[in-house]
């Protein structure tokens, strides 16, 4: 009797000891909320704050910038799910905006109002506004970002020229703004105008390394996006300082990272729009040393097809023609380059075109002389540029 | 002071050391209390009645004993006569159901009653009774299985065996006649091992049936067929199958000495011998394979392994057990390598996701939203709006469900079971979504892993799979991830050290043997396995002899 009592009171206390651990750290998905985006942008304040500001709903704080987190999916009852399975809900994400100083204060206001809180595991998309950066260094802005454990580094950095709520609304519906800018970013392969995608981590090592770097710029116009050039930020205040067009990131694409696809439009002599579609390009900037004196070649191969030629009569695309055409092209290729190196050296005075890797590869010595005031003193290198393109085909047409 | 940590992780690091060492005590009082309870129990009471006394001769009192001992048995039946030629009277005793009445009529009464002794040999054994019974075994009574018995017990007991006795007036000696001749049934392929390819037989309940099934898989001298008496009450056959050349001598001695030391009144099914055997009590894996086809029983006596066939039972023991065996299939070997290897590893992967599938699930929807996918995560959430209960209380509610109509339809008589499977399957799987008391999510998790489970092939091993399931599910409930991983880790470590009749259960992944990675995961090619598997030490180690 004994014995058989000591026996149920062992296994009794194994069992209450898994049980008392209860279920640990639970949190269940449909208790929490799931943001993918997330903007930043100068104080503004919203109707909601005013409003509950005037009841003397307040914190001590600086109206220094307004966060803007995209929660998906927009919470909806049961009920209403059930009602009317056809309706779907207008908009499949939900913003939230709040005004404070410091980013990680206003995530937890966030929890004073909605009953699920925030997880940043989904964050997809970061939008900092040209405004906010040009005041604030994206260190102070992205301090907390970067610190956060639920962020994951592989999130995506993006600039907007105006405001980064904006940058995450939408007109269609069913559409997540920021899952929509994170795609867009895949179709590098079919344009030269969008640049490599700077994720945190590569802009947390951009900012450690001092140099200049680009972000991708988002326009926006009723509540409409596109990607649009590139923002400018210079490495020794971190702050933007200026925006590259899209025809300079073409130009850009061409010797600083690799163009996979795009289409370079030119003029025929006569006129005619005449379009290449490169396929497979390779691009080497060479750095030289005479003493003081630091200067650049830049070496481009380009290969590709003649996508489109509006020449009319049209013109057989013979073997002559093509050397033509390739000389059109490879002008037409010198000029962007030319305008994006006058921007680079002359307008914003910085490298942003990885002319400091390779000096900094082939003459560490000289690199560590001038990487003190590197932006300046690129301002002033001399920069020579060879281009050499190639049509290989000139699609399916048959004349 | 201050570098001594605070009370709280005294107290931590305390549990932390006395938590595996009560586990490791509490075990040990478990196995030591099934021991004791084993051992102690009073030898079975001889039944009074039954006192063995010696045939007399004299047929009055022979008669009247033999009465008393068995005659109030309903199925008893007496039937006494006169030996023709003589004034000898007889009594045949046999039991009604048991014994075959073709054979009492035709070739025992119609000998005694019509032919009698021929006039020649009549007066020769009237002075000496012994040469009656020689005359009868030789030259009347035309069977080929005739025994003689002088005791009144052994009398009886061959009787109530299916026997036919024969009691002779003026013998001091009864003849028993034939064997018992039960109902059987046909050789028919076995219900809960079907395949696609491959013989359609399998094991019936009688013990001649299947040990002639063996017999007859092919000429083969080395097949040696050892038979043995267990139980106290109910004595049973049981036989112990190997191969003489190939099997491990120490594994035969092991088992004969695990079987001479069977004590139970009455093994009724294979699976009794099976929970007598075994290494392990407490372990959810079976150490031995029950299986119905003879073939797989010849494959496991080729590869040095040896089989327990017991009477009235058709599922064979096969032993020693590995894990890996568990996951194969026949057919894996009848199909060629190619198909057999990916089916192989399909069986694996479901094994895995019938063991972790809702653990998982209850992890990653509970603790880690972070490790799901995006957009997969976004589904799940609106899937699940308005669900009320956390995901392992769900995910319990459906596999539960899911158990009891598993189980059902076992129980559920044929016609019409698989409508009342359809019935439940609509009502958990669609109704409890629309009703929301599911998300559609986990009906796709329990569904794929109550198939999962199916899908392997020895039946029992799926119950295991599916037990440990549940442990799966609380330990992720508990821990999430970190829980679950500390339970595959606490699978992997008991598999480690379980062993069956000998040899480690998860060999040949640990210990490590690489030639027998040839009929692992992948199934090479038969050419390329020359050797017999190096884990059950077999004598022969080459395929090919």
Known sequence: MKRSLYFVLRIAAAILLILNTGCWSSNEIEDVSVYVGLGLDVAQVSEFERGIEKQGASYPREKVLTATVQIVPPITGKGQKQGGSSSTPSEAYMNEKLTGDSIIQIFRQFSLRRDRPLIGHHLKVIVVSSELAKRYSLEQIFDFILRDNDIRPSCLVLVSHRNAFEALSTNEPGEVPALYLAGLVDNRYRSNKIIPPVTLIKLDSAMQSGSSFLLQNVVTAQNDHKFSGAGIFKGSTKKWVGELSQLDLEGLSWFSFDVKGGALKTYAPEGYSITYEPKNSKSKIIPKVEGNDISFHIKVSSEGRLIEDWSFPEIPSSGQYMRELEKQFEKEARKQIQQVLHKMQHVYRVDVGGFNKQLRIKYPKVWNKVKEDWDETFSNIPITYEIDMKITDFGSSTD | ?545
């Open chain 2, 1 to 545: 002071m201050s570098y001594l940590p605070n009370w709280s992780l005294l107290v931590q690091a305390f549990l932390l050391l006395i938590i595996p060492i009560l586990l490791v005590l509490l075990s040990r009082v478990i196995r030591k209390s099934l021991k004791t309870s084993m051992d102690s129990h009073s030898k079975p009471e001889k039944e009074i009645g039954l006192t063995d006394v010696p045939i007399s001769g004299t047929y009055d009192s022979d008669i009247a004993s033999i009465r008393k001992a068995i005659g109030d048995q309903a199925d008893v039946w007496i039937r006494e006569m006169v030996i023709r030629g003589t004034e000898i009277r007889a009594a045949l005793v046999y039991v009604d159901g048991l014994t075959d009445n073709d054979l009492i009529d035709t070739h025992l009464i119609a000998p005694l009653i019509l032919r009698g002794v021929a006039e020649e040999h009549r007066t020769s054994f009237l002075d000496s009774p012994l040469s009656l019974s020689t005359y009868l075994m030789e030259q009347l009574i035309p069977v080929s299985e005739i025994k003689k018995v002088t005791g009144l017990q052994a009398f009886t007991e061959g009787i109530l065996f299916g026997k036919t006795g024969l009691l002779v007036e003026g013998l001091p000696e009864t003849l028993l006649i034939g064997s018992a001749n039960g109902k059987s049934r046909n050789v028919e392929e076995p219900m809960s091992e079907a395949l696609l390819r491959g013989p359609r037989t399998g094991f019936t309940e009688r013990l001649s049936d299947n040990t002639g099934l063996l017999r007859r898989h092919g000429q083969n001298e080395s097949l040696v067929l050892t038979k043995f008496e267990v139980g106290s009450r109910v004595k049973k056959s049981l036989v112990l199958a190997y191969m003489r050349d190939i099997v491990d001598p120490n594994l035969v001695d092991e088992v004969t000495l695990r079987i001479q030391n069977i004590d139970i009144d009455d093994p009724i099914e294979s699976g009794y011998i099976e929970q007598l055997i075994e290494d392990n009590v407490l372990s959810p894996f079976q150490q031995l394979q029950n299986t119905e086809r003879p073939d797989r029983v010849i494959a496991g006596l080729l590869e040095g392994r040896a089989a327990i066939l017991l009477d009235g039972t058709p599922f064979a023991l096969v032993l020693p057990v590995t894990f890996s065996m568990l996951l194969q299939s026949p057919e894996d070997y009848y199909e060629r390598w190619i198909p057999g290897s990916f089916i192989r590893f399909l069986r694996f992967f479901a094994a895995l996701l019938a063991l972790l599938a809702p653990a998982l699930y209850i992890s990653f929807i509970s603790f880690h939203p972070g490790l799901i996918p995006t957009k997969l995560a976004l589904s799940i959430i609106e899937t699940r709006q308005g669900v009320p209960f956390p995901s392992f209380i769900e995910a319990m509610i459906m596999e539960i469900s899911i158990e009891i109509l598993r189980e059902a339809g076992i129980r559920l008589p044929k016609p019409i079971g698989p409508a009342m499977g359809i019935v439940g399957g609509l009502i958990i799987g669609d109704a409890a979504v629309n009703a929301g008391i599911v998300s559609p999510f986990l009906v796709i998790v329990v569904a794929v892993t109550a198939i999962s489970s199916f899908t392997i092939p020895v039946y029992s091993a799926g119950i295991t799979l599916r037990i440990l399931r549940f442990t799966g599910m609380l330990c992720a409930a508990a821990l999430g991830l970190f829980g679950v991983v500390m339970f595959f880790l606490l699978i992997c470590s008991h598999l480690v050290r379980l062993k069956s009749f000998g040899v480690p259960y998860v060999s040949p992944i640990v210990p490590y043997g690489l030639s027998d990675w040839k009929d692992l995961f992948i199934r090479f090619p038969l050419k390329s396995m020359k050797k017999r598997p190096f884990m059950f030490n077999p004598k022969d180690k080459d395929r090919r002899n």
